[in-house]
């Protein structure tokens, strides 16, 4: 295991909301950390890492969406007994299982910050290049790159056999996106929706989908990329953010060094 890569967890004995991280595949919940300094002290967190990442190629080959879907739901049915109020914060496959829960559980799920949403999905060139690169561990020298490189938990390796197993893996997260797409009208809890206008991953067409959504707010971000979000929407984002935490628990968010939460 790459020790990068680990589960963020902070209990607070006191604290009658907790925030859930579910990152997406391939990634690790410290693609998160430039949203922690802002949650309250006072607040639970919790974003697992989904078995098989932070690990080898061939770690992830060996797992199954079936494995990460019953990490999340064993996770959710621990806290829903202690938390009156979830708030979640989601990332790419992570909004998909975020969707899910705020169906299943619409009345602790009070409110949801996505990123990223994969509706519909495609791969520019671009994104199928950054990912080889990567994969095979070298060194970014654009931002769009450096940021994918920081949410890339697998371990570097440039062995394409490694990669065979993980087929398996991107067909059972078509088939989520066609179940979360088959259900999505039904879900009720307040989501505040950024997508990428240069996103490499996730297509324009996922937009529509999206809007009409009942209890979706659509935010565009015209500078970002997947994983790529520069100041200025960086800082729209943490506007929002701060904003959720605060309508959830009637706290403003706090501003603090991140490594307080391990």
């Not at 295991?1 to 991280?21: F, G, Q, S, W």
């Not at 654009?142 to 087929?167: F, Q, T, V």
């Not at 307040?190 to 997508?195: F, I, L």
Request: proline residues 8%; hydrophobic residues 40%.
């Amino acid at each position: 295991m790459n020790p990068k890569y680990h589960d963020i967890i902070r209990e607070c004995p006191a604290a009658d909301t907790a925030v859930i991280l579910l990152h997406g595949i391939l990634s690790a919940p410290q693609f998160f950390d430039f949203l922690l300094p802002e949650i309250p002290e006072t607040v639970s967190v919790y974003g697992l890492l989904l078995d098989g990442h932070g690990a080898s190629p061939e770690a992830l080959a060996h797992t199954s969406m079936q494995k990460w879907k019953q990490q999340i739901r064993n996770l959710t049915e621990k806290l829903l007994p202690r938390y009156e109020k979830i708030l979640i914060a989601a990332h790419s496959m992570g909004t998909l299982f975020a969707l899910e829960l705020a169906e299943a559980y619409p009345e602790q799920i009070r409110r949801m910050l996505l990123l990223g949403v994969p509706l519909r999905v495609h791969l520019t060139p671009f994104g199928a290049g950054c990912s080889l690169l990567a994969a095979c561990g070298y060194q970014p020298q654009n931002e769009k790159l450096a940021a994918m490189e920081h949410a890339y938990s697998i371990r570097h390796d440039c062995n394409p056999l490694h990669y065979a197993g993980w087929l398996p893996r991107y067909q059972e997260l078509f088939a989520e996106i066609d179940r979360v797409n088959a259900m999505r009208m039904q879900v009720r809890v307040p989501c505040e929706v950024y997508q990428s206008a240069s996103d490499e991953l996730v297509s324009p067409d996922a937009l529509p989908l999206l809007y009409e959504m009942p209890a979706v707010r659509l935010h565009v971000l015209r500078h970002s990329s997947h994983f790529y979000f520069p100041p200025q929407d960086q800082s729209r984002l943490l506007h929002t953010w701060r904003k959720l935490i605060r309508q959830t628990t009637g706290q403003n968010g706090t501003p603090r060094p991140a490594e307080n939460i391990q």
